[in-house]
Nanobody, 127 residues
Framework: VQLQASGGGLVQAGGSLRLSCVAS????????VGWFRQAPGKEREFVAA????????TYAEFVKGRFSISRDNAKNTVYLQMHSLKPEDTAVYYC?????????????????????WGQGTLVTVSS
């Protein structure tokens, strides 16, 4: 699977952005797509994840109530809708895919569990 993330940009605090992750080369209906982010000088951290088959979605605590992950299977696209953005949300956002469908929600936070990564899209939130 090849992933292409887009939708990043510069936004003021309190604003919104929607990131997209297009997955090409999918061969089945299973699998997980996760969003991660990495701020300058910090480690990559989990943001949210969902499964193509529906029914399992999980979020990092710090984005609950502000971010929402969704998917459009027909377009092979997963979205990350971000509201009430804060300067501390500034980071490069990456999408990642795991193709077997073996992940459960308690393991979706682990970047090592994913097989493919997109190139990242930069989100900058100004104060």
């Amino acid at each position: 699977v090849q992933l292409q993330a887009s939708g990043g940009g510069l936004v003021q605090a309190g604003g919104s952005l929607r990131l997209s992750c297009v997955a090409s080369g999918r061969t089945g209906s299973r699998g997980t797509v996760g969003w991660f982010r990495q701020a300058p000088g910090k480690e990559r951290e989990f943001v949210a994840a969902t499964v193509w088959s529906g029914g399992k979605t999980t979020y990092a605590e710090f984005v609950k109530g502000r971010f929402s992950i969704s998917r459009d299977n027909a377009k092979n696209t997963v979205y990350l809708q971000m509201h009430s953005l804060k300067p501390e949300d500034t980071a490069v956002y990456y999408c990642a895919a795991e193709e077997s469908g073996r992940l459960i929600t308690s393991t979706m936070w682990n970047p090592s569990a994913y097989d493919s990564w997109g190139q990242g899209t930069l989100v900058t939130v100004s104060s």
